[in-house]
């Protein structure tokens, strides 16, 4: 999408001064310069046009709120003097993956006092000897160089901080969790332990009532056996009977 086209529709019905913050990033820039971009935008105070195929600064308006810029991946070599003059209060630039080769190519940066943070990171210049010594002696009003102090010390809004941070709030509140576990896993098995004596209970109580059953079965087994036993001594007794009768 085109820049101018891609500015129109994160207005949204809205006029240029109400806009504080504005991203464009991976819009296209058809002839490499700052399009759909005007004075009107007198509050903007971010602006991020990330991968726009910018080349030139040259037509960007006159932004006097603006205070943080992203120009990151674009093909800028130089006329960084309209910074100072178009974008006066700015605190963060930065041109990180430009085509910045030279260290007085940021000799126009000096006229930027409010600069405290600058990105440099993947621009051929940071490959100089002594680069980070000789941009801080050129711009002493700088703080913050590529994400780093003249000491070494990480910017209060660098990435690992924000790591750490999550980090912290990731790690969750502390508490007696582990106790908490275990007296589940005691209530688990006071409540397995029942289960496991009624079942012992229930079984004994079946074995019991099997063995009645079995008992009651052989008698009456045996008391068949006995009663067909007496019909046959009293059918003996009759036929001895007859037989005497006969004689």
Known sequence: MEMKKRITLELRNRSPAEIVELVVDNSRSADGEVEGLTDGFTALEFLSMVNVGLSSLAKLPSLPKLRKLELSDNNLSGSLETLAEKCPNLTYLNLSGNKI???????????????????LFNCEITSLEDYRESVFDLLPQVTYLDGFDQEDNEAPDS?????????????GPTGDYGEEDDEEDDEDGSEGGEVGLSF??????QEEYDDEEDYAEEEEEQAGVHGQKRKRDVDDEGEDDDEDEDN
Request: negative net charge.
């Open 101 to 119: 080769k030279e260290l007085n190519t940021l000799e126009a940066l000096q006229n930027l006092k409010s600069l405290q943070s600058l990105d």
């Open 200 to 205: 012992q209970v229930n079984q004994g109580n």
């Open 159 to 171: 990435e690992a901080n924000d790591e750490d941070e999550d980090g912290e709030d990731g790690a």
